[in-house]
């Protein structure tokens, strides 16, 4: 009962943000990465607030760097430490959204030295190989990680 009531609000919460930035924001920046570890497994994210797994990130902030604002969530959404520099892949247009919000996509090599810790955000976290990908991955997430095989990116649209 409890976990259902904490994802009813965060879901309310989640569309009162994109209403408020909907009408005092003129645009949306967020980060996402394909992250993937020393077996090149993808790590994926299950969020309280929608259904199915996505690929870790979130907005960026005022006066915060892409690649900044990259590490931050990682590390907030499953205890992730970027190896190396991430790599810029492309920009997408989030149609889906707002329309007003970009979505810069990098690769990451990480590592996960403390596990997984569950927070109000992110029901779950964890690695995946290419062939257990989960059925309810996120369509979009899934066409980004199609790109990142056949090494081809840019889509118009997220």
């Known amino acids: 009962m409890k976990l259902h009531l904490a994802s ?7 569309k009162i943000l994109r209403l408020h930035y909907s009408f005092f924001s003129g645009k949306i920046l967020s980060v996402r990465a ?9 790590y994926l994210v299950r969020h309280s607030y929608t259904p199915g797994w996505h690929l870790p990130g979130g ?39 707002s ?21 109000f955000e992110i029901i779950e976290g964890r690695f995946f190989s290419m062939a257990e990908l989960p059925p309810d991955l996120d369509p979009a997430c899934q066409r980004r990680i199609q790109e990142w095989v056949i090494g081809e990116f840019g889509a118009a649209a997220w």
């Open 59 to 97: 907005g960026v902030d005022n006066g915060v760097s892409v690649e900044e604002a990259l590490a931050a969530e990682l590390r907030e959404e499953g205890n992730l430490q970027i190896l190396g520099k991430p790599v810029l892949k492309y920009v997408y247009l989030n149609v889906e959204g």
């Open 99 to 119: 329309r007003r919000e970009h979505i810069v996509l990098f690769t990451a090599q990480v590592s996960q030295p403390d596990g997984f810790s569950r927070n």
């Open 8 to 14: 009813a609000v965060s879901r309310l919460f989640s």
């Open 34 to 42: 394909i992250c993937t570890d020393a077996e090149n497994r993808i």
